[in-house]
């Protein structure tokens, strides 16, 4: 069989050294010949961020940061920026930092530097997302994918082993959803699975050893390479049904990420022997399921939703919401009735496997 395919690759410059964040962003700005800076960090990342920007002069610098990007929050950091005239946006932090970051790149065409501090993977998409009136919209633009990621795991090294774990498996979300999304092809598959095998072996150095900079490491290159898989794939069922999850319900984006996971996977893998062949290989084990779920006995990841605050009367409106959004082409067909099982599966934590004889 021959193979075709069509790929699109990001142009993007990444900058990967740890101990290393402060020069190389102030290269990059000394690069981009920015004048005016709006540096982007939450209060809890300020100490970071100092740290970080201590070779640049920025004119604004903006805390003002909310899960899910609110619009009213967007709109808010978009006057400023446009108030003080900003030509460069560096945005220091998580999947939130980014994600406002990316708001007003939307809508001025500013150019990002990201320095992430987490493994959410979102500094290496050209995805977008805000919410409104509790409705998550996402969007794809290349304006708002940032010119330049600068990764120092020395940065993660704040990040709990708790929020760790949940972010690591939010970036192998990212990995396992690509290989089956609307855009698969075999060059972010093979991505997606280099981006497995890291994640595999760097959170368990984590976990055992948080100040550990080899896992640090092996986990924000894992994360890095998952984002893009992602970027070039696109969203899958996975993503949908955590978009509906974070932006009508307000559950915690990694978390959700990272306890949905398996039950998406358990759910697709009979369907989709191909990929989870992949998958597998790259867990080094039988199975991709086996796999995924002996890295979350290791890290004791999050297993059940309701733990986040949802409930099994919620469970109707998510499954309106979400139906519609999930790709024609998932591997297996999705009913309201089969997600209305998954999505009670998530919820109480029930074991996965339950999921793939459905």
């Given at each position: 069989?021959s193979l075709v395919f069509e790929h699109v690759a990001l142009g993007q410059r990444v900058l990967f ?134 990764y120092d795991a020395g940065l993660t090294l704040s990040l709990p082993v708790e929020m760790s774990v ?105 369907a989709a022997p191909e990929a989870a062949a992949r998958a597998a290989a790259a867990f080094g084990a ?73």
């Amino acid at each position: 069989m021959s193979l075709v395919f069509e790929h699109v690759a990001l142009g993007q410059r990444v900058l990967f050294g740890t101990g290393k964040a402060a020069e190389n962003l102030a290269a990059e700005v000394e690069r981009l010949g920015a004048q005016k800076v709006m540096v982007i960090a939450s209060e809890f990342e300020a100490t970071i961020a100092d740290v970080v920007c201590a070779g640049i002069s920025p004119v604004l610098r903006w805390d003002q940061v909310v899960m899910h990007v609110p619009v009213e929050v967007a709109e808010k950091a978009r006057a400023a920026a446009a108030e003080h005239e900003i030509d460069l946006l560096v945005c220091v932090g998580g999947g939130s930092t980014t994600g406002l970051a990316k708001a007003v790149a939307l809508t001025s065409g500013i150019q990002i530097v990201a320095v992430p501090t987490t493994y959410a993977g979102s500094e290496a998409t050209n995805v977008w997302g805000l919410t409104d009136a509790a409705r998550k919209t996402t969007g794809v633009d290349d304006s708002v994918l940032p010119v330049s990621v600068v990764y120092d795991a020395g940065l993660t090294l704040s990040l709990p082993v708790e929020m760790s774990v949940a972010s690591g498996l939010n970036g192998m979300a990212h990995c396992i959803d690509s290989l089956w999304a609307p855009r698969a092809d075999p060059i972010n598959a093979a991505l997606a699975a280099e981006g497995i095998r890291a994640l595999n072996q760097g959170l368990p150095l984590i976990k055992a050893d948080p100040q550990d900079l080899q896992g640090r490491e092996q986990a924000l290159y894992g994360a890095y390479l998952s984002a893009v898989a992602f970027a070039s794939a696109g969203s899958g069922m996975h993503h949908k049904i955590c978009h509906v999850l974070g932006g009508t319900f307000n559950l915690p984006h990694a978390q959700t990420h990272a306890t949905v996971l398996s039950y998406v996977l358990a759910f697709n893998a009979p369907a989709a022997p191909e990929a989870a062949a992949r998958a597998a290989a790259a867990f080094g084990a039988e199975d991709a399921l086996t796999g995924l779920n002996r890295l979350r006995d290791i890290l004791d990841a999050p297993k059940a939703l309701a733990d986040y605050g949802f409930t099994e009367g919620n469970i109707p409106e998510a499954v309106r919401i979400a139906l519609p959004t999930i790709p024609a082409s998932n591997p297996r067909k999705v009913t309201a009735e089969n997600l209305t099982r998954l999505l009670i599966t998530a919820t109480v934590g029930e074991d996965p496997k339950t999921l793939t004889d459905l």
